[in-house]
Nanobody, 125 residues
Framework: QVQLVESGGGLVQPGGSLRLSCAAS????????MGWYRQAPGKERELVAH???????NYADSVKGRFTISRDNAKKAVYLQMNSLRPEDTAVYYC???????????????????WGQGTLCTVSS
């Protein structure tokens, strides 16, 4: 069973930084795209940042220039470096991965979308 486990959330003051990590484990042949989403209280889940298997990235306008997504394919991990944090960045952050569980699925481009359990990031003075 494929699992994603996030870490790195916590409480930080405005202007501070946090680094989130997400590691995948289980029956994985390969991972396609990976991403970070967030959900603030009373709001819908939104995309924060996305990275393809080739390393191409895209970001929500609200975090451009402040957040950086990266991945380590050998470790099956994705990271989110968050700088210049604002109170409006407060949310539960979820990582997401498109996982191929076999060579057959990889060739057929049939991936399993897997979500982490979420990690709370609170920006407050």
């Amino acid at each position: 069973q494929v699992q994603l486990v996030e870490s790195g959330g916590g409480l930080v003051q405005p202007g501070g930084s946090l680094r989130l990590s997400c590691a995948a484990s289980g029956g994985i042949f390969s991972i396609n795209a990976m991403g970070w989403y967030r959900q603030a209280p009373g709001k819908e889940r939104e995309l924060v940042a996305h990275i393809t298997s080739g390393g191409n990235t895209n970001y929500a306008d609200s975090v451009k220039g402040r957040f950086t997504i990266s991945r380590d394919n050998a470790k099956k991990a994705v990271y989110l470096q968050m700088n210049s944090l604002r109170p409006e960045d407060t949310a539960v952050y979820y990582c997401d991965a498109e996982v191929y569980t076999s060579y057959t699925d990889y060739v057929g481009r049939r991936y399993l979308e897997v979500w982490g359990q979420g990690t709370l990031c609170t920006v407050s003075s």
